[in-house]
C-alpha cells in the first residue's frame, strides 16, 4: 500500500523487501487506521469537513510517540553514540534535533556534532567520472580524525572539534571543545552514517544506528500510490526556494544526481539500522501544495525540469490545501517551510 525507497531503489532487481523495512511498512498500515485515512479523498474531506487539525495533531503523536520509543531503546541499551542517515529530504534534521527532546526526558544529556565539519581540504576531495569534486563520497571525509575523535569522546577525552569553511573549502580549528560524562549521548546525523566503514574503529556496542525514510503514507486512490521520491522532492523545492536561494528548474535539475548518490551511498546500508522511522506526514502534501505550485509554474516548460514540473503539479491538483498556520512548531514539515521552534 505504501511507496519506499527500499521497494523502487535498494530492494529492485528481484530483491526482497527486509524485514525492517515490512515491519516499518505495517505499522504505518495501523497509523492510517488510528489517523482513519488513506486516500487523498478522504484527506480532502477532512479538510473540507473541519476535522484536518485532528487529522495533524494525531499524526504529530504518533511521530513523536515512536521517537519516544527509539530514546527508551536507546537508554536501556546504554548506547551512547546515535547514528542516524537517511535520504535527501527524509527530515534527518529535524528527527535528530525531536529525538533529543525525547532522549532529554529519559534524562540523558543529547549533544551533536556535524558530520560535514570533516570534510578533507577541497583540493584532497575525490572527484567523480566527470572531474568534478564528489563531496557525496565516504573519500571526501577525514574518515580516520573522525573515529579518533569518536573514540577519544567515549573513552571521556577532551576533544577540539573541526571546522570546514565551506567558502574557502579549508579545515579550520573551530574553538569548540567537547567532553562527554556518562550521561551523554553523542548524536550524529550524515547521508554515510550507516555505512561501517565511517566508523570501522568505533566498537560496535558503542552504535546505535538509526535509519529515517520517508515512506509516503497516504494514496492517490486505492489503486495508485504516490512516489515516496516525489514527496521528498516536493519537500527539496520548499526548502531550497525558502533556505537556499535556488529555483524549482534547479531541484529538479539535480534530482536525479541526488537519486544516483542515494543508490550508491545510503540504501544499500539501510538495513544495517537497529530501528527505523518513517517522518513522511499522511498531510503534507496538502500543506506543500499552496507553496510549491508557484515555484514549479516557474519552470520553462519545454524542457526535462518542464515536464517533471507539469507532472508534479497534477500530483498536486488532487490536494485540498491546509493553511500551514496549522501546522505545530515542532513539526518535521517545518523544516522546509520554517518557523520551526528549532534552530537549522
Same mark, same amino acid.
Given at each position: +500500500?505504501?511507496?519506499?525507497?527500499?521497494?523502487?531503489?535498494?530492494?529492485?532487481?528481484?530483491?526482497?523487501?527486509?524485514?525492517?523495512?515490512?515491519?516499518?511498512?505495517?505499522?504505518?498500515?495501523?497509523?492510517?487506521?488510528?489517523?482513519?485515512?488513506?486516500?487523498?479523498?478522504?484527506?480532502?474531506?477532512?479538510?473540507?469537513?473541519?476535522?484536518?487539525?485532528?487529522?495533524?495533531?494525531?499524526?504529530?503523536?504518533?511521530?513523536?510517540? $515512536?521517537?519516544?520509543?527509539?530514546?527508551?531503546?536507546? $537508554?536501556?541499551?546504554?548506547?551512547?553514540?546515535? +547514528?542516524?542517515?537517511?535520504?535527501?529530504?527524509?527530515?534527518?534534521?529535524?528527527?535528530?534535533?525531536?529525538?533529543?527532546?525525547?532522549?532529554?526526558?529519559?534524562?540523558?544529556?543529547? /549533544?551533536?556534532?556535524? +558530520?560535514?565539519?570533516?570534510?578533507?581540504?577541497?583540493?584532497?576531495?575525490?572527484?567523480?567520472?566527470?572531474?568534478?569534486?564528489? !563531496?557525496?563520497?565516504?573519500?571526501?571525509?577525514?574518515?580516520?580524525?573522525?573515529?579518533? =575523535?569518536?573514540?577519544?569522546?567515549?573513552?571521556?577525552?577532551? *576533544?577540539?572539534?573541526? $571546522?570546514?569553511?565551506?567558502?574557502?573549502?579549508?579545515?579550520?580549528?573551530?574553538?569548540? $571543545?567537547?567532553?562527554?560524562?556518562?550521561?551523554?549521548?553523542?548524536?550524529?546525523?550524515?547521508?554515510? &552514517?550507516?555505512?561501517?566503514?565511517?566508523?570501522?574503529? /568505533?566498537?560496535?556496542?558503542?552504535?546505535?544506528?538509526?535509519?529515517?525514510? &520517508?515512506?509516503?503514507?497516504?494514496?492517490?486512490?486505492?489503486?495508485?500510490?504516490?512516489?515516496?521520491?516525489?514527496?521528498?522532492?516536493?519537500?527539496?523545492?520548499?526548502?531550497?526556494?525558502?533556505?537556499?536561494?535556488?529555483?524549482?528548474?534547479?531541484?529538479? =535539475?539535480?534530482?536525479?544526481?541526488?537519486?544516483?548518490?542515494?543508490?550508491?551511498?545510503?540504501?544499500? !546500508?539501510?538495513?544495517?539500522?537497529?530501528?527505523?522511522?518513517?517522518?513522511?506526514?499522511?498531510?503534507?502534501?496538502? *500543506?506543500?501544495?499552496? =507553496?510549491?505550485?508557484?515555484?514549479?509554474?516557474?519552470?520553462?516548460?519545454?524542457?526535462?525540469?518542464?515536464?517533471?514540473?507539469?507532472?508534479?503539479?497534477?500530483?498536486?491538483?488532487? !490536494?485540498?490545501?491546509?493553511?500551514?498556520?496549522?501546522?505545530?512548531?515542532?513539526?518535521?514539515?517545518?523544516?522546509?517551510?520554517?518557523?520551526?521552534?528549532?534552530?537549522?
Amino acid at each position: +500500500m505504501i511507496t519506499t525507497e527500499g521497494i523502487t531503489s535498494a530492494h529492485a532487481g528481484g530483491r526482497a523487501l527486509s524485514r525492517k523495512l515490512h515491519l516499518l511498512m505495517c505499522e504505518n498500515r495501523r497509523w492510517q487506521e488510528i489517523v482513519g485515512l488513506t486516500t487523498v479523498a478522504e484527506l480532502n474531506t477532512a479538510v473540507r469537513e473541519g476535522y484536518a487539525s485532528e487529522v495533524i495533531l494525531v499524526t504529530e503523536a504518533l511521530q513523536e510517540r $515512536k521517537l519516544a520509543k527509539v530514546a527508551s531503546e536507546i $537508554k536501556q541499551l546504554g548506547t551512547r553514540l546515535v +547514528m542516524l542517515a537517511g535520504p535527501s529530504s527524509s527530515g534527518k534534521t529535524t528527527t535528530a534535533k525531536r529525538l533529543a527532546v525525547q532522549l532529554s526526558a529519559e534524562g540523558l544529556w543529547p /549533544v551533536s556534532i556535524s +558530520m560535514d565539519d570533516y570534510f578533507l581540504d577541497r583540493e584532497l576531495t575525490p572527484r567523480d567520472e566527470k572531474g568534478e569534486y564528489d !563531496f557525496e563520497c565516504l573519500g571526501a571525509l577525514n574518515v580516520p580524525l573522525f573515529n579518533e =575523535h569518536l573514540n577519544a569522546l567515549l573513552a571521556g577525552e577532551t *576533544v577540539e572539534l573541526p $571546522k570546514y569553511d565551506f567558502h574557502t573549502g579549508k579545515n579550520i580549528p573551530s574553538g569548540r $571543545k567537547l567532553q562527554l560524562t556518562p550521561e551523554h549521548v553523542l548524536i550524529v546525523e550524515g547521508i554515510h &552514517a550507516l555505512n561501517p566503514d565511517l566508523t570501522r574503529d /568505533v566498537p560496535e556496542e558503542c552504535k546505535f544506528l538509526l535509519y529515517v525514510s &520517508a515512506l509516503t503514507t497516504i494514496q492517490l486512490d486505492s489503486e495508485r500510490r504516490i512516489s515516496t521520491s516525489d514527496n521528498r522532492l516536493l519537500r527539496r523545492i520548499v526548502r531550497d526556494s525558502k533556505f537556499r536561494n535556488y529555483s524549482a528548474t534547479e531541484t529538479i =535539475h539535480r534530482w536525479p544526481s541526488v537519486r544516483a548518490g542515494e543508490e550508491k551511498w545510503i540504501f544499500p !546500508f539501510q538495513d544495517n539500522a537497529d530501528m527505523m522511522v518513517n517522518s513522511a506526514l499522511i498531510y503534507e502534501l496538502a *500543506v506543500f501544495r499552496p =507553496h510549491v505550485e508557484p515555484l514549479l509554474r516557474q519552470v520553462p516548460p519545454d524542457t526535462y525540469e518542464g515536464s517533471e514540473a507539469r507532472r508534479l503539479l497534477q500530483l498536486l491538483e488532487g !490536494f485540498e490545501p491546509i493553511p500551514d498556520k496549522q501546522i505545530p512548531l515542532t513539526s518535521l514539515v517545518r523544516e522546509f517551510l520554517g518557523g520551526s521552534t528549532f534552530d537549522y
